[in-house]
């Protein structure tokens, strides 16, 4: 017999080779029904799996992520098994789930697969789901998986079985199909009763560009048709905010391939966009006792030997900038904590400095893939709203207190009201992706959850998630169609104060080692912004708004008394400009709409003779002819009620 723990902290004793299905349906077959996988000891496992040794148990069913991952996966491997049925020969790469659905990427040979063959594809997988295939597991030698796809003539799967030991290998059956994979999977392929594939794209192998480019087909599925219909839906609504769209109709940022794949260049409007949202945290900040500081954009390279970061991001960054001296490099910085250690260790430090916290908003670079770069969101330079906190052991729950506290003032200040805190921890079966000691790191993660609980946060778990030289806790954000994003981070870190040396004299006039907390609510600016123009859909708040009215005078003759307008209005920071074109007033009107400016004002020889003004909100309201002096109070209302709000 052997011990099931719960997540209740109830246990159930059963018999070795018991699975979690079993369990599940001794429970209610209701939930057994609804079972798609279940985490066994931190590791998801397909629930017919048998569990023989003691274990923690949590079952997984599609409202948990770790069952939709499973249920993709799964997907995944049913499109291969239909793409093997309609192009003999196909080789396959790797076949993942992602955040929302799945991809496989495949080599068809000469054949270049359109969009036109896609609903051929999902029928077939359609076909195929139906038949209510089991994904049966099994291990299996080096040598005879080597065999298996040396006779399928698939290079692919080869090449990753070099990279795998003997005795770790396990393939997955379902129907005709057998793939290399490490599961899990769902316990059958008839939960699956919906299925899109939703576009073709192009991907090098391994993520290499001078490696063979292949095909990339990307798709989701539901166990209900009225979730795929809710999906789609979402999609089409996600094409209106997209950021990249939207941030061209508002003239907020560009890119040019002359500056480069991934460099974002920051328009007038953007510029003012950024300048606003950064003055709002630099005097949040301020309030909460951070100093700032400026750093270069690049550091000896020896700098991020020492931190980590070229082992652990040589891979995605830049290359090594070369100077006239003899074996001298330096890296772009991939992160600004190491230049932070530095500053830290230009002074002696007393127990009683602590804590210090250092902010800057630094400019950060990674060499990320063509393929991966999407406008904002996924970028090579970017602007990380970094802070590093040095403290001593004693005072880390208060501070990492205070910038939850901090995280969550902005996410009300934006209207981000559905969130949850995933608690990302090191992946215990892979530790050579991380620095530092076991017990630094049971240290650090222990101050997270325990502080998340304090706190009263929604949480889920997440392992091999940290960060290299910490855990930290990520706030996922929902947007206002449903999107999840990662945005706030918070992470512990007693590994890299290790590996600077840094030190502060205690009470007992004896050296001892600062804990380091770094953090971003942010995140970094240019993805704050892409998923705010999202959620919002551009029409931002109107304190945060780049040009807060436009003046459309009816003709040439009244831009004097647009100017005195403007001028005044100036005079209580409230900004926008004349648009002084030759066209209608009604084409005017329009295209004030498309860059949702928060007022538009209209002045001819009426206003100029009553002195007043014309204004319409952004949508259609209008609020008549006022004096310039009732304007300006409306606008101050607007923005004392959300400042209000916040406090």
Known sequence: MINITLPDGSIKKVESGTSAMDI????????????????????????????????????????????????????????????????????????????????????????????????????????????????DRKHISKDDAIAYFTDKGDEYKLELLEELEDGSITFYTQGNFTDLCRGPHIPSSGKIKTIKLLNIAGAYWRGDENRKQLTRIYGISFPKQKELTAYLEMLEEAKKRDHRKIGKEMELFTFSQKVGQGLPLWLPKGTALREKLENFLKKAQIQAGYLPVITPHIGNKDL??????????????????????????????????????????????????????????????????????HGLTRARCFTVDDAHIFCRPDQIVEEFTKVINLVLYVFKTFNFKNYVAQISLRDSDNKEK?????????????????????????????????????????????????????????????????????????????????????????????????????HCGGNFPLWLSPEQFIILPISEKFHEYAEKVTQLLKNYDICGPIDKRAETTSRKIRDAEVSKIPYIIIVGEREENTEKITVRKHGGEDLGSISADQFIEIVKKEIRELIEFNN
């Open 24 to 135: 599940a349906m001794e429970i209610s077959e209701g939930l057994a029904r609804n079972v798609l996988s279940a985490t066994i000891n931190n590791e998801v496992w397909d629930a017919n799996r048998p569990i023989t040794t003691d274990s923690t148990l949590t079952l997984h069913t599609w409202n948990d992520k770790q069952g939709k991952m499973s249920f993709w996966h799964s997907s995944a491997h049913i499109m291969a098994e239909a793409l093997e049925v309609l192009y003999p020969g196909v080789k396959l790469g790797i076949g993942p789930a992602i955040d929302n659905g799945f991809y496989y990427d495949i080599d068809l040979g000469d054949h270049v697969l359109s969009s036109d063959e896609l609903p051929k594809i999902e029928q077939k997988m359609k076909e195929l789901a139906s038949q209510k295939m089991t994904f």
């Open 304 to 373: 991020y030997i020492t931190s980590g970061h070229y082992e652990k991001y040589g891979q995605d960054s830049f290359q090594p900038i070369k100077t006239p001296h003899i074996d001298e490099e330096f890296l772009l910085k991939p992160m600004n904590c190491p230049h932070h250690c530095e500053i830290y260790n230009s002074s002696p430090r007393s127990y009683k400095d602590l804590p210090i916290r250092y902010a800057e908003f630094g400019t950060v670079y990674r060499y990320e893939q063509s393929g991966e770069l």
């Open 434 to 534: 991380y620095i530092g000691n076991d017990e630094n790191w049971e240290k650090a993660e222990k101050a997270i959850i325990d502080t998340a609980k304090q706190q009263g946060l929604e949480t889920v778990v997440e392992y091999g998630e940290a960060a290299f030289y910490g855990p930290k806790l990520d706030f996922m954000v929902k947007d206002a169609i449903g999107r999840e994003w990662q945005l706030g981070t918070i992470q512990v870190d007693y590994n890299l104060p290790e590996r600077f040396e840094l030190e502060y004299t205690g009470s007992d006039n004896k050296k001892h080692r600062p804990v380091m907390i770094h953090r971003a609510p942010f995140g970094s600016m240019e993805r704050f912004v892409a998923v705010l123009i999202e």
